[in-house]
């Protein structure tokens, strides 16, 4: 069965250092999600991604952050300058269509910002 | 605005038992309605889905959930809980003006032998 990936799967980081969070969604899937979840509370939306452009954003998803499709496998997900507080789970997500389709979530990269 | 409410942290049922994992919801419009399971050190896996038709819905590991819209519920089901359910519990709901997902707080089931 076709499984979102993403890698790496632990990523530790020192405050100010820049981190590209990479995932390679369900090949036919046309829509693409970032979402985080914070140890010990919810998950959070971040950012959705369809035809090459940003469609979605929380305020979450500052300047500080750019998503992109490099390659056409590929979605990342990019942090400019970490804060501890980005410390957490980053989830990637794709889905065939947006709307009642299911979105499918990869197993997640444990950012660590120290 | 849209939200997801979880009102149990933790739910205790013994194995063989039938469990109930509460959900409610607020939302303009129809709702999309989804049920997320979280292993321990993995992502999301999908279980089931409302979207329209017939209230009670069949998913994944024996999983069902019924839709009460008049008491805006969505409540998991399970008839016969297994150990190996064990895991985070997340409900969620479709955004009906933006293409993302609002999830609860999430509700820990433990299966006793």
């Known amino acids: 069965e076709p499984e979102v990936t993403q890698t790496p799967s632990h990523q530790v980081t020192q405050m100010g250092q820049e981190v590209i969070l990479r995932c390679v969604p369900i090949?036919?899937?046309?829509?693409f999600y970032w979402y985080r979840q914070i140890l010990g509370q919810k998950v959070e939306f971040l950012v959705s991604f369809y035809n090459n452009e940003i469609s979605e954003k929380s305020e979450i998803f500052d300047d500080q952050f750019s998503v992109e499709r490099p390659d056409g496998s590929n979605f990342t997900l990019k942090i400019r300058s970490t804060k501890l507080e980005d410390s957490a789970m980053y989830f990637c997500?794709?889905?065939?269509?947006?709307?009642?389709?299911?979105?499918?979530f990869g197993p997640g990269t444990r950012l660590t910002v120290l | 605005a849209q939200s997801v409410a979880q009102p149990e942290d933790q739910v205790n049922v013994a194995e063989g038992n039938p469990l109930t994992v509460k959900c409610t919801y607020s939302v303009s419009g129809n709702p999309y309605l989804f049920w997320y399971v979280q292993y321990p050190n993995r992502g999301l896996q999908f279980l089931l889905k409302?979207?329209?038709?017939?209230?009670l819905v069949k998913g994944s590991y024996g999983f069902e959930a019924e839709f009460n819209k008049s008491q805006t519920s969505f409540h998991l089901k399970k008839p016969s809980a297994l150990v190996s359910d064990s895991a985070l519990y997340f409900c969620a709901v479709r955004d009906p003006l933006a293409d993302k997902l609002i999830f609860g707080t999430g509700t820990r089931l433990q299966v006793f032998p």
């Open positions: 409302y979207i329209t038709g017939d209230n």
């Open positions: 090949s036919n899937h046309l829509y």
């Open positions: 997500a794709s889905s065939e269509g947006g709307g009642a389709n299911s979105q499918y």
